[in-house]
């Protein structure tokens, strides 16, 4: 059969209802509410009540009862139906259901940024809400593959440090195969257990431990995706919150843990119908400064998922007390996993519910936030179960089934080429606002011996060669306005530059070679000295330090035009983003070049006696921006190449070649150093 104009109209009218009905949606803000009355709540009146385990949710205190009663009605229905059935139908009805970047590994990392865009991006402009100095640390909880981390690190560089913990297996961080950016800055802890189980007590604690100590007082963001296995998604639904209560408490008792004062949480939610998920969320409310409940346009508008925002943590007594409360909720609940206890056991609250109540402002929220998430769900669901009865019924003969084949194909191309137009459309929409491209816009990360052969030769070249005599003569004229340092091992120094999440060294001799367990921001290019240092006092462990003496680029961050002071501070921040203190036995530790002023340098006659005897001396000068001006000039007109610095097209980088202001000294000296 030939499909007809009046049929393609149809289908063109049915979409251009779905997408003008839905399109709205897409600019929906974080609707907040602060913590008020607060002062009154006493969590002396909380308790951990206990019962049998729930097998079902009949009946809530939390949304209208007709409401929530129908939409339990309708996800029974829905279980009659195949996954498949289920997923066609979401496609078909969910204008959002395509919106994601195809940069990135998954279409979370889509969501996390319309969450951020909700929050007029919040999350990854952390450092304005405390004043907070970078890098700013983050804490990726039940992550993997890592979609969070992925879109706050390519959004942020190595301005954001990540911690991540999450199951081990299967769906482990993955963050090395992104396209998009690096994992350097990046580090899965799995807990005492080494296994990632976060409703572990003893691996909560030991990665909130890590965490808080290599974050210098905590972290400043913590994301939590925690979820459950998909069989149990797609099938299950009425049960979604009384398997994920051991979960939302565990998240947040680890939040309470290792987030600073100011700090924010988002958590990930299904329904909250029982006394136990709502007092949960109200101790997180006590914790806060103000919170809210957002379902972003890209969570799948059938199921019950959405988002719990805190923002600003509140640092006083009653917080700590609050998350050693809810460490001994979780305590409880994982003797109940253990063969010790009876399996059937529960906490079925945590909160007396007369307490929640009596906090109106909280209480209606949640009242009113469920309703609204509900109403868009059963719209959602009615509209799937008519479609998949439809399915079904289309589907009732396999002679039935090859009688419409041919009608099926012609109308295909109509429907599917209509359907791909508005996709397109919305999804650029939604990106556009999401401040996100829709594909790989950067050019993948390239090495240039030739470059980096030019370098040596002209700081080879360029190279003052001083006696001592010269020295003495002019060291008063350079005192004012320099620096110095001294190489470990005189003049040791190598280029460093990392691509493919690999970093190579450039030797003396322009060759390049492979360095394990060094990481580095792929397009980083460093001038440096790769030396040993002992892990600690008298254990007689060693491990390799990358000294950085200065830097052409880090990560996607030129240092064109920086002063050598100014560059010194990116350097500083940029190793404590990549330094992963408590897995020192497995991987380089980076520190900046210890420079100290000119001032504090003497020299003396050999005769006096040796304070100390090297070869090499580095002398910069503070406020000078360049280094070997003609060279940049010279090889930035004749080599028509990408150099070393991925191009971005959010950023403007347009002279990534660099080279410190120095002097070397190579005679043998003795010198002290002044107090």
């Known amino acids: 059969m030939a499909s007809t104009g009046t049929e393609s109209s149809s289908i063109d009218n049915v979409q251009r209802q779905i997408y003008d009905k839905n399109i709205f949606r897409i600019y929906e803000k974080a609707n907040w509410i602060k913590n008020s009355n607060a002062d009154t709540f006493s969590l002396d009146k909380c308790r951990p009540i206990e019962g049998p385990k729930m097998t079902s949710v009949d009946d809530t205190k939390f949304c209208d009862l007709h409401t929530f009663r129908e939409i339990f009605e309708k996800r029974d229905l829905l279980e009659r139906f195949s996954p498949e059935d289920i997923y066609e139908a979401k496609l078909e009805l969910n204008p959002f259901e395509t919106v994601k970047s195809e940069m990135f590994m998954s279409k979370e990392a889509t969501k996390l940024a319309n969450i951020d865009a909700a929050t007029d991006f919040m999350l990854t402009n952390m450092e304005k809400q405390g004043d907070f100095p970078l890098p700013i640390c983050f804490a990726d909880v039940c992550g993997g593959p890592g979609a969070f981390s992925e879109y706050l690190l390519w959004k942020r560089d190595w301005d954001y440090k990540g911690f991540g913990i999450t199951l081990q297996g299967p769906d482990d961080f993955k963050l090395e195969n992104s396209k998009c950016t690096s994992f350097a800055s990046f580090q899965k802890l799995y807990g005492f257990g080494r296994n990632g189980d976060v409703c572990n007590p003893t691996n909560i604690r030991d990665f909130a431990s890590k965490a808080f100590k290599e974050a210098d007082g905590g972290v400043h963001l913590v994301l939590s995706d925690g979820s459950l296995p998909n069989d149990v998604i797609n099938t299950k639904y009425n049960l979604q919150e009384i398997y994920m209560k051991h979960l939302y408490v565990c998240q947040c008792y680890l939040a309470l843990l290792v987030l600073r004062p100011h700090g924010s949480l988002l958590l990930k939610l299904f329904d909250v119908f029982t006394p136990f998920s709502a007092g949960l969320l109200y101790l997180m409310y006590i914790c806060f400064e103000r919170v809210s409940i957002l379902k972003p346009v890209t969570s799948c508008a059938s199921n019950s998922e959405r988002y719990f925002i805190c923002n600003d943590l509140r640092g006083d007594t009653r917080t700590k007390a609050i998350g050693t409360y809810l460490g001994k909720v979780v305590d409880k609940l994982w003797s109940y996993r253990s063969y010790r206890s009876s399996p059937g056991n529960d906490i079925l609250e945590i909160v007396p519910l007369d307490v929640i109540m009596k906090n109106t402002t909280f209480y209606e929220y949640l009242f009113c936030s469920n309703i609204r998430i509900a109403?868009?769900?059963?719209?959602?669901?009615?509209?799937?179960?008519?479609?998949?009865?439809?399915?079904?019924?289309?589907?009732?003969?396999?002679?039935?089934?090859?009688?419409?084949?041919?009608?099926?194909?012609?109308?295909?191309?109509?429907?599917?080429?209509?359907?791909?137009?508005?996709?397109?459309?919305?999804?650029?929409?939604?990106?556009?606002?999401?401040?996100?491209?829709?594909?790989?816009?950067?050019?993948?990360?390239?090495?240039?011996?030739?470059?980096?052969?030019?370098?040596?030769?002209?700081?080879?070249?360029?190279?003052?060669?001083?006696?001592?005599?010269?020295?003495?003569?002019?060291?008063?004229?350079?005192?004012?306005?320099?620096?110095?340092?001294?190489?470990?091992?005189?003049?040791?120094?190598?280029?460093?530059?990392?691509?493919?999440?690999?970093?190579?060294?450039?030797?003396?001799?322009?060759?390049?070679?492979?360095?394990?367990?060094?990481?580095l921001e792929n397009g980083t290019f460093v001038?440096?000295?790769?030396?040993?240092?002992?892990?600690?006092?008298?254990?007689?462990?060693?491990?390799?330090?990358?000294?950085?003496?200065?830097?052409?680029?880090?990560?996607?961050?030129?240092?064109?035009?920086?002063?050598?002071?100014?560059?010194?501070?990116?350097?500083?921040?940029?190793?404590?983003?990549?330094?992963?203190?408590?897995?020192?036995?497995?991987?380089?530790?980076?520190?900046?070049?210890?420079?100290?002023?000119?001032?504090?340098?003497?020299?003396?006659?050999?005769?006096?006696?040796?304070?100390?005897?090297?070869?090499?001396?580095l002398i910069y000068n503070n406020t000078d921006k360049t280094f070997l001006g003609r060279f940049n000039r010279r090889y930035h007109e004749q080599i028509n190449i990408n150099y070393i610095t991925p191009i971005l097209e959010k950023r403007n980088i347009t002279n990534p070649l660099r080279r410190p202001q120095m002097s070397y000294f190579d005679d043998q000296f003795n010198w002290s150093s002044q107090p």
């Open 375 to 519: 109403h868009g769900q059963l719209n959602a669901l009615t509209e799937m179960l008519k479609f998949c009865e439809n399915t079904k019924l289309n589907r009732k003969s396999a002679k039935e089934q090859e009688d419409v084949i041919d009608s099926i194909a012609n109308k295909f191309n109509t429907r599917a080429s209509l359907v791909d137009s508005r996709s397109k459309d919305l999804c650029k929409i939604c990106l556009n606002y999401f401040d996100i491209p829709y594909s790989k816009t950067f050019e993948e990360y390239t090495s240039s011996p030739r470059v980096l052969k030019q370098y040596h030769k002209e700081l080879k070249r360029n190279i003052p060669r001083l006696d001592k005599t010269v020295i003495i003569s002019t060291l008063d004229k350079l005192k004012n306005n320099y620096s110095y340092c001294f190489l470990e091992y005189g003049l040791t120094g190598n280029f460093y530059f990392a691509k493919d999440n690999k970093v190579y060294e450039m030797s003396v001799q322009c060759e390049e070679k492979y360095i394990q367990n060094l990481y």
């Open 527 to 617: 001038y440096g000295e790769l030396v040993k240092e002992g892990l600690g006092f008298n254990l007689g462990i060693e491990s390799r330090t990358l000294h950085i003496i200065d830097a052409v680029t880090l990560g996607t961050v030129c240092l064109d035009g920086y002063t050598s002071i100014e560059r010194l501070q990116l350097i500083t921040r940029y190793c404590k983003a990549i330094n992963k203190e408590s897995q020192l036995h497995k991987c380089c530790r980076l520190s900046p070049k210890v420079f100290k002023n000119l001032n504090s340098l003497s020299l003396k006659s050999f005769d006096a006696g040796p304070a100390h005897t090297l070869k090499t001396i």
